[in-house]
């Protein structure tokens, strides 16, 4: 069907009419256009930056919005993480099929979530359920174990009112395809609305509430006043729940005035525009009238499509500058707020000429560049706080002298990766610029755990690797770790590299930077070395550090059964400090291992080059202890080699490598000087109380937690006997774990100097390579400094209660006769 025409009766005498109006406006004074137009766009000028005050202001107020969200999206996601974790899981279809160890998935998860009410296990067949059968929110309920069939995940909300009211969340046990059940969790409500709270700022300007979008919503925590007449209310939705933030917009700045500036400014741009022409053109035809016409009208015309496209474009870059939701159409004239999917519909920018998209400023907050100072040069690496003491700009600096070190060398290209902390990315960048300056060649293979980067120096350049990573330091350190032609860099070799930052002795260059995948490569070259004799259960502990991109995969290629604990990473480390080598770190590890009836569980620190072990029946067993079942396999296939141990391991480690045909050297503590030392003396296997193992045999030798715990399960595998009672029969006596004394920044190695200077131990044998160490006959003691943290080290053992006492004993004598302040951890 076609569309009518519409015919006028007449014809119009298009160009008779413009030149008309063209003589018209030629009647008027040039001066006078030109001023009008010129005072129109001072008052556009004005307007703009007076009016936009109040749009500071409500960016402002977004941006704050924004934090009070992922604080409290936090706590949210806290309660998912545990539902949707592996060891939840499983326990969750371990009750589905048999109710009898329902009781087991409860203990469990309540002792991960604190303000836990009850969980729920539903069947996997939801037709037969009825609301009316549920609990007093029975047909809530239900709908959230329906979202969940279907996504996996229902949103959080809250259920009821005051003191019968809870949060609740579901998620599906299994897959979609295979689902095993249910789990339903109610929480206490009073842990949202605290963290939410706190998360406000003093103006308390923000509220809280639920709203599914079909009933009117629940407040959880009102505004402190209501808005004022030029104020709105602007909700914006938390993922994954029901809970809105909402917060104060004004009204006269982003409606009025974006009315206003943009008439003014047209208008302006008229007068000046016909203003000029009149004044210089003494002659004008109609045609040239028309001309003039139609370039002004392609300079000004706003027509309705193009004004929506910009607005929509505008609130786009709006919104991606802020990290808000989507932004879409602004609600009706009526319209109390804006719901949640809404956004900031409500602001709309007319189409100025420009794209906010392209000229807009980023909102990332620049944080000013920190001095280089020497402090962060330690003996292992180069360690620091971010913002502090460490940033892109040092990260680059170092960079320039690492390339020219690896050009010295004649060790290109430098393989770099950093682990999971969210000040890596900035800090790698930095330092990939930093090395490339100097003509050498980079090749990035992403956050990996240390292991594969130096698994990736030496399978596919000239052993040069360079990581960044933090170890298992808090989440506000990071550092860099450096391997540079097979050599790692550790005491005076660091410190030369901030002398010549300072000197400026760097080459200049453009060396080709380029990216690469590694983590199937490091894989597969385990996989094809270690395959189990017989399918071992593994609980594997990764703690929010980047082992978890790799650990279960590797794990699982060389036939384990393996269960993950917090393998999603996460810089932050939310569930526990990632440090094996602390036991109270251990915990959930050991009521993992009890529960899931696994045959041993392995921790790893935040970068997987250190690991932890514990037995199916919850203890835990010590590096040193571990490397006598290493020793022992790794000399049986190299008989009479020099086995390294530093100075904080058992007494009975020398006497198992001795008796195993094998030379026990003592050595300080510290990977990088370990692995310099295995290279002098050509050792196949080295190890360390903090749970670094250097396998030379069968591998490169360098310190990676996942190949050491492939190594161990290898060992485990092949003895017939539970591999708690392979574990369980290593020499043991009664000992300590490291314990720590703080003392302030340089005190430390001065107070051992004065230790190896006065001390004195009768009846024993005392080694001072690195503190002091005193051998007794029935046990010994030590204390050292730490290399990378201002706290002093010590560890003690004998081979009674009562002898580990004596030594305590005389060890605190000795010490307080020195400082008689300190304050002793023992």
């Not at 259960?537 to 059964?561: H, P, S």
């Not at 997987?608 to 000399?635: K, N, P, Q």
Request: charged share 20%; aromatic share 6%; glycine share 10%.
């Amino acid at each position: 069907m076609k569309t009518p025409k519409l015919e006028l009766s007449g014809k119009v005498d298009w160009r008779n009419l413009l030149g008309s109006f063209l003589n018209h406006i030629e009647q008027l004074n040039p001066l006078a256009l030109i001023g009008i137009g010129a005072v129109s766009l001072v008052l556009v000028t004005v307007l703009f930056f007076t009016g936009g005050a109040s749009q500071k202001d409500n960016d402002a107020t977004l941006q704050q919005t924004q934090q009070v969200i992922e604080r409290v999206n936090e706590y949210v996601q806290n309660l998912s993480r545990v539902l949707t974790d592996q060891q939840v899981q499983e326990l969750a279809a371990i009750a589905a099929a048999d109710p009898d160890k329902l009781m087991n998935l409860k203990q469990y998860v309540s002792g991960r979530i604190p303000d836990l009410i009850e969980i729920d296990l539903y069947p996997a067949a939801l037709e037969p359920l009825r609301a009316t059968d549920l609990d007093p929110f029975g047909y809530a309920v239900l709908d959230m174990l329906l979202v969940a069939a279907t996504s996996g995940l229902a949103p959080a909300q809250i259920h009821g009112k005051g003191a019968e009211s809870y949060l609740a969340m579901a998620v599906r046990v299994g897959n979609q395809e295979d689902p095993r059940g249910y789990l339903l969790a109610k929480v206490k409500p009073d842990g949202l609305v605290s963290t939410f709270r706190a998360a406000v700022p003093d103006s308390g300007e923000f509220a809280l509430d639920q709203y599914n979008g079909r009933f009117k919503s629940t407040i959880l925590s009102e505004l402190a006043a209501a808005p004022a007449a030029a104020e709105r209310i602007v909700w914006l939705r938390m993922p994954a729940s029901l809970f809105r933030v909402g917060f104060l917009q004004g009204t006269e700045a982003s409606a009025s005035m974006d009315v206003i500036r943009p008439v003014l400014f047209v208008l302006g741009l008229l007068f000046l525009v016909l203003g000029v022409l009149l004044k210089f053109r003494p002659q004008r035809t109609n045609q040239a009238s028309a001309t003039v016409l139609e370039l002004h009208e392609d300079s000004v015309q706003i027509t309705p499509s193009t004004q929506a496209a910009a607005s929509q474009n505008d609130l786009s870059a709006h919104s991606h500058e802020t990290g808000s939701p989507a932004l879409k159409q602004a609600p009706s004239a009526g319209q109390a707020g804006v719901d949640a999917g809404d956004g900031l519909g409500a602001i709309e920018l007319p189409d100025l000429g420009f794209n906010l998209e392209k000229s807009g400023v980023s909102r990332k907050k620049i944080m000013p560049p920190v001095e280089l100072v020497e402090s962060i040069f330690r003996a292992y690496d180069i360690r620091g706080i971010v913002g502090q003491t460490l940033d892109a700009e040092v990260a680059y600096q170092v960079g320039q002298v690492v390339g020219a070190l690896t050009l010295e060398a004649n060790a290109a290209p430098a393989v770099v990766a950093r682990d999971g902390r969210e000040s890596g990315v900035d800090l790698i960048q930095g330092l990939i610029r930093g090395i490339a300056s100097t003509g050498c060649d980079v090749v990035d293979i992403g956050a990996v755990p240390t292991g594969v980067l130096y698994f990736a120096a030496y399978d596919i350049g000239s052993a040069t690797g360079i990581m960044v990573t933090g170890s298992h330091n808090p989440p506000e350190y990071n550092g860099i770790k450096m391997l540079i032609g097979g050599v790692t860099q550790s005491g005076d070799q660091i410190t030369d590299i901030y002398r010549r930052i300072r000197s400026g002795a760097v080459r200049v260059g453009k060396g080709k930077v380029s990216e690469r995948s590694m983590l199937e490569r490091y894989q597969q070259r385990i996989a094809s070395d270690i395959q189990l004799q017989r399918p071992l259960k593994v609980i594997a502990d990764c703690g929010n550090g980047i082992g978890g991109v790799a650990a279960a995969n590797v794990l699982r290629a060389i036939g384990a059964e393996v269960i993950t604990l917090f393998d999603e990473v996460d810089g932050n480390f939310p569930n526990h400090h990632p440090d094996p080598s602390e036991p109270k770190n251990l915990q959930d590890l050991i009521e993992a291992v009890r529960l899931m009836g696994a045959d041993i569980g392995v921790a790893f620190d935040g970068d997987a080059d250190r690991l932890g072990v514990v037995t199916s029946i919850g203890e835990i067993v010590y590096a040193d202890r571990l490397m006598m079942l290493f020793a022992e396999d790794v000399l049986s296939r190299v008989p009479g080699a020099t086995i390294i141990y530093d100075v904080k391991c058992t007494g009975h480690l020398h006497r198992v490598i001795e008796e195993a045909g094998g030379k026990a050297m003592m050595y300080k503590t510290g990977h990088s000087l370990i692995k310099n030392k295995m290279r002098e003396v050509g050792a196949p296997f080295a190890g360390e109380m903090s749970g670094h193992f250097f396998f030379k045999e069968r591998w490169y030798g360098f310190d990676c937690g996942i190949y050491s715990a492939c190594r161990l399960l290898e060992i485990l595998a092949a003895d017939e006997r539970d591999p708690q009672q392979v574990l369980h029969q290593l020499p043991n006596s009664f000992s300590t774990p490291e314990l720590k004394l703080q003392m302030r920044e340089g005190e430390t190695h001065a107070f051992i100097g004065k230790m190896q200077e006065k001390a004195r131990f009768a009846d024993a044998r005392v080694t001072t390579i690195d503190g002091v160490r005193a051998d007794f006959a029935d046990g010994w003691g030590l204390v050292r400094a730490s290399n990378t943290t201002p706290i002093l080290v010590l560890r003690f053992e004998g081979d009674t209660e009562e002898s580990l006492q004596r030594i305590k004993d005389i060890f605190r004598l000795q010490m307080l006769a020195i400082n008689p302040e300190l304050r002793m951890p023992f």
